[in-house]
Structures are given as C-alpha cells and as structure tokens.
C-alpha cells in the first residue's frame, strides 16, 4: 500500500508471516535522523512526534504508526548517481548495492544483486583462465542495467513525493496496467 500526500507517505507490505511492515517516508535533509530530536530508542515517544507529521491524514492510516508494535528503525535512502561508473581494477569488481547504491522504489535490490552473482559467476566460468577478461565482461553488462533500473528508482522516488502525490504514482498504475493489457493482446 502507498499512501503518498505532501512530500511524505505511509507505505506497507505484507509479510509472509501474515504481519505488515510499515515504512514512514519523510523527505528531509539528510541528517534529520539525528537532528530531529526524535530518540528512536523510545518506541512511543518517537511515534508521538512522527504523528505530528501526519496530524491532517485520516486516523487509520495514522493507526499504523500509533499502533505498531514493533522497533523504529530510521534509515536514509542514499544513491550512487545514475550510470555511475568506475575504471577497471585489476582483480576486482563490484556487485549489489556495491555497484549500484539506489532507492527501492523500483523494488529490484535484491533481483540486481542476484543477478550480478549469476553473472559474475558465468563470466568467470567462460574464461576460467583470464579473470580481467571475466570482470570487463560482467561489468560491460553490468553498467547499462544498473543505469536503466536506477534511472527507473529515481523517476518512481521523485514521483511519489512530488507536490500534487498520489497523483505521479497513480498514472504510473495506469501506464503499467495499460502496458500490461498490450503485453496479453499480443
């Protein structure tokens, strides 16, 4: 669930364990974690001044906050810049967030990091006795995914906190449904 208003949202996921997991999503500076004067070691004081900044939504969604039981675990959202690259190293590389630092908003983290290992893996296997030869090829396939996917997080990021949200999310449903509906026409 996505609750986008005001350059902040409520976002949730179901867990397998039948639990939800909330995510509060505030853009402020990047040190706000320590200069907020939240103590996110007090469970019940932190959710009291993060309601504050939900003081105009409707209540149940400010239930979520109020009545979660589980630790605040304030984290950053940092990105390495689209298309970033790096020079050839002798006898190193990158995969994973190494390689591709971004927002999940385009929940593909885990989906890049492990196809990274698959094709590290392939590259090495395919020259098993020329590991530089291996590397230049994983990382020549490597930089234009990892440049496509962090263009696709950050255009997800900005749209779901721009000024008029929902709105940005909500014509992203209808383009991906629509694109969706072609792909089973054909």
Known sequence: ??????????????DGDGRITLYIALTAPEHWVTSSGIDFHDTEAAKQQLLT???????????????????LLPRSIYALPIGHRWERIPGVTLLGDAAHLMSPFAGEG??????????LAEALLAHPDDVETALASYEAALFPRSE????????NLSISFRPDA??????LMVQHSHHEE???IQ
């Open 166 to 171: 929902p709105q940005g999310m909500l014509d």
């Open 53 to 71: 900044h939900f003081a105009d939504w409707d209540n149940q969604l400010r239930a979520l906050i109020a009545e979660s039981d589980a630790e």
């Open 1 to 14: 669930m996505f609750a986008l208003s005001d350059a902040k949202g409520l976002i949730t996921h179901s």
């Open 148 to 155: 496509a996917t962090a263009a696709e997080s950050n255009h």
């Open 110 to 119: 885990a989906n890049l990091a492990m196809r990274d290992a698959t094709e």
């Open 182 to 184: 072609q792909k089973e």
